[in-house]
């Protein structure tokens, strides 16, 4: 389960209930290279139309749209690696991940006086606030690929859904279980968790069937 948490960006106590709807509503759902690039639209164009925007009011709103937006695309994006990627290198990924998120925030802020330098400040937001929306359009084929192969199984994912002690744990959870299955096969009487109980008088015991 911890492989699986650590796909959760980090984020402030007052953003975790947003963060969660997020993550439940992408569950089961098939394709998520169209949100992923929504939200990388959202997310940049709010940018870029702030800085053009001569009311105080309506430049506020333009970045609560590119809040909502980056917050949408951290969790999809997330959510696309998960099932993309087996459990041993879930964490390599989202630790690469977050360094490239931080050398880019470092870049960004270094070069930010510079362009604000050669092409003004409103230039300057459009140029910034397009380059996530651009480079999430030039990828869409590739994320359509990848996401043919990252679908959930909804048979499986509806058999455990129905399973009462999997409800206590986050939908998100549930379909990663889905999504990396293993199968065992189990003969009548025998216990698939460990040990059944021995007949009195019994020095033997049995276990699950052969995988």
């Known amino acids: 389960m911890d492989t699986v948490t650590s796909g959760i960006p980090p984020h402030p106590p007052g953003s975790a209930t947003a963060v969660e709807t997020t993550g439940t ?11 992923l690039v929504l939200a990388a639209l959202c997310a940049g164009l709010g940018v870029a139309l702030a800085g053009q925007s001569g009311a105080p009011l309506t430049a506020l709103l333009l970045v609560a749209v590119s809040g909502a937006g980056k917050l949408f695309y951290d969790v999809t994006s997330r959510t696309f690696i998960q099932r993309l990627l087996p459990d041993h290198l879930l964490n ?13 925030l470092a870049l960004g802020t270094l070069a930010a006086p510079i ?20 480079t999430a359009v030039t990828s869409y084929a ?16 509806a058999l455990l859904t129905g399973v009462p002690f999997l ?5 998100r959870l549930v379909e990663r279980m889905a999504v990396t299955p293993s199968p ?14 021995s007949a009195p008088g019994s020095t033997s015991s049995h276990r699950a069937g052969p995988r």
């Open 92 to 104: 390599v990924m989202f630790g690469l991940q977050e360094a490239l998120m931080m050398t880019g």
């Open 25 to 35: 509503n992408l569950v089961g759902r098939q394709r998520l290279s169209g949100p």
């Open 115 to 134: 362009l604000v330098g050669l092409v003004g400040p409103q230039d300057a937001f459009i140029a910034a606030g397009c380059f996530l929306p651009l």
């Open 142 to 157: 590739a994320l359509r690929r990848l996401d043919g192969g990252a679908a959930v199984p909804m048979e499986v994912l």
């Open 167 to 171: 409800a206590v744990l986050a939908p």
């Open 184 to 197: 065992s096969r189990c003969h009548a009487g025998r216990s698939s968790f460990g040990r059944a109980t």
